[in-house]
């Protein structure tokens, strides 16, 4: 993660900052859109001619690459039937300046696969093997689903995201062969909390697509991965794709080298394994995913082959669920986005050192495919805009008619939103001080501002669609459209008329909690601030201040002042759990985050380990210690220990004591939780 500038106002938290600027969030798939002019004239009847097409995409692509340092894209499309375009640009391999080739490079999908997970369960479906709206926890023999509310859950909740499983990055990914555990093993043992009744939000994760592959591989009785293999990639022809962890080496050999642009020069990320098959684990060719998007836009048929039937396709291409009657929504698998007029599937998927999409317009005949090895997500956004603004602009004025007073309506809305499906039970919950943040603010005009908030500022990406810095106007009461008419935005106001939710209507259309004033990452960080200058205060005050005073008088042959004893040991104590509290909050954040971490990645995708809950553990002590701290501040006005000023002092480094308990409390640090 780019870290941008802001207050340091301690040694120790200059110490935790840069710790924390390594954190990146990972394996998250968030989309986003804006409006990209392409330099061409506009053709509203689509693309007919390759060969115009190839202009069009050949200038667009040297300008985004060059200005996002991408090294290799590759782009594919097909239109009524056939493949309408195929090519690579760039390197996939920047050392052996292996170029980008559709039929040959491998690339790494991250969260695309889960749209091969949705078509597995849904051929269950049309076997009669299981029906969509039955509940899927009788089917869990070798361990039970833990659910945490009496509703159903349904294979349609797990393909529309509804199923109330907060989203946790815990275990996620593996270094060797030997961390690569059977999918029901680590379903089992890295098992998030469900915080919402299943139908109620869109909780976007990848726990839902791994419960559907298990349950894939349960009730057809083959592995996962085989399961993908002989109903999918085989009667395809998806000759080089593969759920298969590790991978063959002759895939491996020519999969993409993912690439991270640091210091004007472009690094090579780390190779690791993907653990859960289903949400994250596939690994294909632009040309195979030719052959899987002709599939799905002939009715589930492709060169003979049927995976699907055509009813079947066609809930893929419905809105199965909306998270706002204005907005658009998620069909099985796939996630509605509406914009100039056009109604498109997508899926996206971003990794470490790379970027997919696969965007699907059914009413058109056409999909294409895009990936690149790169970890900056400007161009998988763009290019949606890009190619509807060229070849599909909307007719007439897309600019929305604001609301009537909607300025004076502004201010309610302002405030800092967080995902409904934010890790909120274990030590996960820390990653959104750092990014997954959204922080609406006003505009003079009356618009909101959208932008990501937390330490990557702009730079981090967010569920919803939120990248950058985005301008709203409310249209409707409660309803907001992007002002350039590419998106939407609700919110939903409690009895009272207090904003409490935003949903948004783009990306992985998602529903965010208001914030409460003390939960704000403003709130949080200067809190954290004033507690590190607090403690780091007294911890000078004790250790050099109080014995330099002390040696001073000596060397002035001065009388040393009479101190009791009790004076003595506050001071001591109270310098003592502070420290704790100090190397508590470097520990902890060093061995989450920083110590040893790899690719980036906070250390805890690969796993809960001794480090991890040792360092949680260790605030044990300085909590029990700081049980005595009211003691002592009350005896120290009652006693009159010190001089006013030092007694003020003392009472203000005792609450940040507890201040600092509590945030490390709120954050889910306060001893080891899973």
């Not at 391999?93 to 597995?120: C, N, R, W, Y």
């Not at 529309?160 to 093993?185: C, K, V």
């Not at 669609?465 to 009461?477: A, I, K, Q, R, Y």
């Not at 380990?609 to 009350?634: C, G, H, K, R, W």
């Amino acid at each position: 993660m780019n870290m941008k500038s802001f207050r340091i106002f301690s040694f120790l938290m200059l110490a935790i900052m840069l710790m924390m600027a390594i954190v990146q969030p990972a394996f998250a798939s968030n989309a986003g859109y804006r409006n990209t002019q392409a330099q061409a004239p506009m053709s509203p009847s689509g693309p007919a001619d390759p060969a115009e097409f190839e202009a069009f995409l050949d200038a667009y692509l040297a300008e985004q690459t060059q200005t996002h340092h991408i090294p290799g894209v590759v782009f594919t499309m097909v239109k009524d039937g056939e493949v309408f375009f195929s090519k690579g640009y760039g390197y996939a391999d920047l050392e052996k300046q292996t170029p980008f080739d559709p039929e040959q490079t491998v690339l790494i999908t991250a969260s695309l696969a889960k749209a091969f997970a949705a078509v597995g369960v849904l051929q269950l479906n049309e076997r009669g093997q299981i029906d969509m709206h039955e509940d899927v926890r009788p089917y869990f023999k070798d361990f039970p689903l833990k659910t945490n509310f009496d509703e159903p859950l349904t294979f349609a909740n797990l393909l529309t995201h509804t199923d109330g499983f907060e989203a946790r990055m815990i275990g996620i990914a593996a270094l060797n062969e030997d961390d690569l555990l059977p999918l029901g093993d680590l379903l089992e043992t890295y098992a998030p909390t469900q915080i919402y009744p299943p139908g109620q939000y869109m909780t976007y994760g990848d726990y839902a697509a791994n419960l559907g592959g298990y349950l894939t591989q349960e009730i057809s009785g083959m592995p996962f991965e085989q399961y993908m293999a002989e109903n999918i990639f085989v009667p395809l022809g998806m000759t080089s794709s593969s759920f298969v962890q590790p991978p063959s080496e002759e895939l491996f050999s020519r999969q993409a080298v993912g690439y991270e642009y640091q210091n004007e020069h472009q690094e090579p990320v780390l190779n690791f394994y993907p653990r859960y098959a289903p949400s994250g684990g596939l690994r294909t060719t632009a040309a195979d995913m030719n052959r899987f998007m002709l599939a799905l836009l002939n009715g589930g048929e492709y060169a003979g082959a049927q995976i699907l039937n055509e009813s079947t396709v066609e809930m893929m291409f419905t809105q199965q669920f909306a998270p706002h009657p204005k907005t658009s929504g998620i069909s099985y698998g796939l996630f509605e986005h509406l914009e100039n007029g056009q109604q498109l599937f997508l899926r996206d998927g971003d990794g470490v050192g790379t970027r997919s999409r696969m965007v699907l317009f059914p009413e058109q005949d056409l999909g294409f495919f895009i990936s690149y090895n790169s970890g900056d997500s400007n161009l998988r956004l763009d290019i949606v805009s890009a190619f509807l603004d060229h070849y599909y602009p909307e007719a007439g004025s897309n600019v929305p008619v604001p609301l009537t007073g909607y300025q004076d309506r502004a201010p309610q809305f302002a405030g800092t939103y967080r995902p409904l499906q934010a890790d909120a039970t274990t030590f996960g919950k820390s990653m959104y001080f750092f990014s997954q943040l959204v922080e609406v603010t006003t505009t003079k005009e009356g618009y909101l501002s959208i932008t990501t908030a937390g330490m990557g500022g702009d730079q981090s990406s967010a569920m919803g669609g939120f990248e950058g810095t985005s301008l709203w106007v409310e249209v409707e009461p409660l309803y907001f459209e992007r002002v350039d008419g590419k998106g939407q935005l609700a919110f939903v106001e409690d009895e009272s008329g207090k904003i409490i939710q935003m949903i948004s209507g783009q990306g992985y259309h998602s529903t965010f909690a208001k914030l409460p004033w003390y939960e704000a990452q403003s709130f949080q960080m200067v809190l954290i601030e004033l507690v590190a200058v607090l403690l780091i205060s007294m911890l000078v005050s004790t250790c050099i201040a109080w014995p330099l005073s002390a040696l001073i008088r000596k060397l002035r042959k001065q009388p040393n002042q009479k101190v009791s004893w009790g004076a003595v040991v506050a001071r001591l104590w109270i310098t003592l759990v502070g420290s704790m509290l100090v190397l508590f909050l470097l520990r902890a954040v060093g061995v989450l985050y920083a110590i040893g971490s790899i690719g980036g990645m906070p250390n805890f995708v690969w796993g809960i380990n001794n480090d991890i809950i040792e360092s949680l553990d260790s605030l044990t002590l300085p909590v029990m210690l700081a049980l005595a701290l009211p003691v002592f501040t009350v005896l120290a006005w009652v006693k009159g220990w010190w001089k006013i000023s030092t007694r003020v002092h003392y009472t203000l480094v005792a609450l940040a004591v507890f201040a600092g308990i509590w945030w490390a409390h709120y954050w889910n640090l306060l001893g080891f939780r899973t």
